[in-house]
């Protein structure tokens, strides 16, 4: 093993494996975003790298988000955080959360 320097992320860091009985499909509007390229590409990269996420997009047109989850590593309130908290915590808000099986 290697460690990475201080405030660097590791170049390879494995994601858990999804468990399809656990799959849930999120849907949920995102208010804020001004763009497709720097806005919507970049909250659906961090959705789609997020451990326990199978897959994630973003349609700016329609300000929604649909995201494949593993239930049991994720849930609505952690893919809301991690929306809100992309760019400075303050642009994006998430709304209208529909998440089921």
């Not at 709304?95 to 089921?100: D, G, I, L, T």
């Given at each position: 093993q290697t460690a990475s320097a201080p405030g660097e992320k590791?170049?390879?860091?494995?994601?858990?494996?999804?468990?399809?009985?656990?799959?849930?499909?999120?849907?949920?509007?995102?208010?804020g975003m001004t763009c497709a390229i720097g806005c919507a590409k970049t909250i659906e990269k961090e959705l789609a790298?997020?451990?326990g996420v199978?897959?994630?997009t973003v349609d700016f047109d329609k300000k929604e988000a649909?995201?494949?989850?593993d239930s049991?590593?994720?849930?609505?309130?952690?893919?809301?955080k991690i929306v809100e908290a992309t760019a400075d915590g303050e642009?994006?808000?998430v709304?209208?959360?529909?998440?089921?099986k």
């Open positions: 590791p170049a390879t860091e494995a994601k858990a494996t999804i468990n399809p009985e656990n799959l849930q499909k999120a849907t949920f509007t995102i208010d790298e997020t451990n199978q897959s994630a649909t995201v494949s989850f049991a590593l994720q849930n609505p309130e952690s893919l809301t642009t994006y808000k709304s209208n959360m529909v998440a089921a």
